[in-house]
């Protein structure tokens, strides 16, 4: 057994000639021995003072043997001879054959190609003092390498280097353009290797200093996508996401370590300093408008901060903030809760202005990247991945505080709101309750609103459109956004009249004064009066509905519509109605409008009927005395299904032949006490 180290071939029992090893510089000649007789498998080594044999198992481990062997003393001699360069055209000579020699190898593996990268990268690194002609005759070199292999981290440091200085070389173009496509479409973690990310972002900063700009950086965007309307490549989109994401904070990094004392972008790719050797933080200038205020700072409830300034080269902040309210008592020591981002950003009435200014690098790197998020969100198939990613709202709170970021950003979040996709406008909402979310920061009072609520009312219109029509959701607008409500309805949008009228509808609002408010507003416009009287006539349409009397069991015949339920339901009393069968009907989701209104309704069977996710929820917010559900064969999915949970009182539930998952019905059965008979075949969980 021969073992084929860095420097040197050692065998695994050091006897014989093998006692000591053999450094591939000592050896001189590798053959294969073919000749008549001769032993079978066997290579030849010819070494200063003889020759040595090796014996190999079988035929193809010896021709493995004798590859390996030819390539080492070969990358071996070009180390030495590239390692003290003294003519660039004779070192140019001697790169082009080492890439020749790793793309004729028989040998598969990655290191046959890393290793002339990696002694290419080494040379660039211990000669700086190269001329740009000697830099792109490299490069072009080494090109046909880079087809197929990811560029070492001295070598995307030495492209980033090229890209900066030279943007316009046609090297980037014609070399840069191929690697660049390969790193999008195969790398799995930018945070394994960083620089790769880094050479992407100066590519792309260098395509947008060409002539045409950011039509050069579109036509990019175009290729990576494909001509396909879906993108075969799915690493794409999140590896794009995460050059912009990082190019944006790098935009505003040196405001960030002077604000909060962050490790930056360079050190954490360094890996950050100690403690010890963190700078200290920019100590702040506060300018008090009079000697009497500075003598009541005890009284933080008078005080007043007129200005703080924060200037460094890069960026200029200005703040100039009035505040005469109490500061919010201290959170107690076991309060691990979180600021609102509006919080953190101090966006409040008592914020007058808050501007940003980046120097010309940061604001070009800024626009481009910017775009590129736009871009993105004009493909169709990239939009649900691309609201995901942008959902927990990935930008410092700086960018966010950046009138000129927010307002190019309005573009991508149009595109979410314009999605009739769930998956796609429902990422408008926050992550988790208590975070803010795209939906807070656009709407009225938010910190990016630079409007009048047109976006907050196609956001509202989009969400109260499909699964949102919830008490919830209207909840969370009575509580938050009911101003903005009131005054877009008076204003006459109808999106907002509506919501008001649901308001009443459900009896969202406690206060009787309120009521009468939302009334009012209503009955200002000629949209909200006409909409108020239909909520009236609804209204007296329910009491009559729900007035005790009517039949206890009722079945609609096969094949009836929403519009038959609808009529039925109008046509007399069913207050005692606690048996509802629907099966075989071609029912939606659209008549659980009609359903939630039956007060005494406890089984319901829906089956083989197109019932599906929007009005399994609106069901579980209403129908909580519900004891029996029939679901099999319509379209819910896990999304309606675990809606279910707060149906505390369903003792029997069909879900045969559902998209049920396993996981979703252990947490159904966790969290259904009462539930005894189930019903779970031809499903994943089955």
């Known amino acids: 057994m021969v073992y084929l180290r860095n420097g040197f071939a050692s065998g695994f029992v050091p006897t014989g000639y093998m006692e000591n090893s053999v450094s591939y510089s000592a050896i001189e000649d590798v053959q294969l021995l073919s000749w008549e007789n001769a032993p079978k498998y066997c290579l030849q080594l010819t070494i200063p003072g003889g020759t040595v044999l090796l014996q190999a198992a079988n035929s193809y481990l010896r021709d493995q043997w004798f590859h390996s062997l030819q390539w080492k003393k070969k990358i071996y001699k070009y180390k030495k001879v590239l390692s003290n360069p003294s003519r660039w055209e004779v070192v140019l ?18 290191s046959i190609n890393q290793a002339p990268l990696e002694i290419v990268s080494k040379l660039l690194s211990e000669n700086t003092n190269l001329t740009t002609q000697e830099h792109e005759n490299i490069i072009v070199a080494i090109a046909p390498l880079l087809e197929n292999n990811h560029p070492p981290p001295d070598l995307c440091e030495f492209f980033c280097k090229h890209c900066r200085e030279r943007p316009r070389s046609m090297v980037v173009i014609e070399v840069f353009t191929p690697v660049v496509q390969r790193i999008l479409k195969h790398n799995m973690d930018f945070g394994k290797c960083p620089r790769l990310r880094l050479f992407t972002q100066e590519y792309i900063l260098a395509l947008n200093e060409l002539n045409a700009g950011m039509e050069v950086v579109k036509k990019f965007i175009q290729s990576m996508h494909g001509p396909t309307g879906h993108c075969p490549h799915p690493r794409v989109l999140p590896n794009l996401v995460a050059v912009c994401l990082a190019a944006i904070y790098s935009c505003y990094e040196e405001f960030i370590n002077s604000r909060d004392n962050s490790p930056s972008l360079k ?4 890996g950050c300093q100690q403690p010890c050797d963190r700078k200290p933080t920019l100590p702040l200038r506060l300018l008090h408008p009079s000697p009497d205020l500075v003598s009541q700072e005890a009284t933080l409830s008078e005080a007043r901060l007129k200005s703080v300034v924060v200037a460094s080269s890069e960026i200029h902040v200005e703040v100039e903030r009035t505040s ?3 500061p919010a008592p201290a959170a107690s020591a076991g309060d691990d809760s979180e600021p609102s981002l509006i919080d953190c950003l101090m966006v409040s009435p008592a914020c007058s202005t808050m501007s940003i200014e980046l120097g010309p690098q940061a604001d070009r790197t800024l626009a481009c990247h910017v775009e590129i998020l736009k871009l993105l969100s004009d493909y169709d198939d990239w939009r649900p991945s691309l609201a995901s990613l942008l959902q927990p709202i990935p930008f410092p709170k700086e960018a966010l505080a950046h009138e000129k970021f927010t307002k190019e950003l309005k573009y991508v979040i149009q595109r979410f709101a314009e ?6 406008h429902s990422c408008l909402l926050s992550v988790r309750a208590g ?6 920061l656009y709407s009225p009072g938010g910190v990016a609103c630079d409007d009048d609520g047109e976006l907050f009312a196609s956001m509202v219109h989009i969400l109260m459109g499909s699964c949102y029509k919830t008490k919830k959701f209207l909840l969370s607008l009575a509580e938050n956004k009911l101003g903005p409500c009131m005054l877009l309805a008076l204003r006459g949008n109808q999106t907002m009249v509506e919501i008001l009228c649901l308001m009443l509808e459900y009896n969202i609002i406690d206060n009787n004064d309120t009521q009468l408010q939302i009334i009012s507003t209503l009955e200002s416009t000629e949209v909200g009066k006409r909409m108020y009287e239909q909520l009236c006539d609804r209204q007296r349409e329910l009491k009559e509905l729900q007035r005790k009397g009517g039949p206890t069991r009722l ?9 038959d339920l609808a009529r039925l339901l109008s046509s007399g009393s069913f207050g005692n109605l606690e048996n509802l069968s629907l099966a075989f009907t071609n029912v939606t989701s659209a008549c659980a409008e009609h359903l939630i209104k039956l007060p005494s309704l406890k089984q319901l069977n829906l089956w083989s009927t197109q019932f599906g996710d929007a009005g399994l ?10 004891q029996v559900l029939n679901l099999c064969e319509t379209p819910v999915t896990d999304a309606g299904l675990l809606a279910l949970s707060s149906m505390k009182s369903l003792c029997s539930l069909n879900m045969n032949s559902t998209k049920l998952s396993a996981d979703t019905y252990e947490d159904l059965k966790a969290k259904l006490p009462n539930l005894k008979e189930v019903d779970v075949r031809y499903t994943e969980a089955w």
């Open 419 to 424: 999605d009739p996709r769930q998956e796609v």
């Open 617 to 626: 929820r609106l069901l579980s917010e209403h129908l909580t005395m519900l």
């Open 555 to 563: 079945t609609l015949p096969s094949k009836s519509t929403d519009a």
């Open 435 to 440: 975070k803010d979310g795209w939906f807070q």
């Open 267 to 270: 050190e954490i790719r360094n």
């Open 93 to 110: 000579k001697e790169i082009r054959t080492l890439v020749d020699m790793a793309l004729t190898s028989p040998l598969q593996d990655d």
């Open 324 to 326: 005469t309210a109490t």
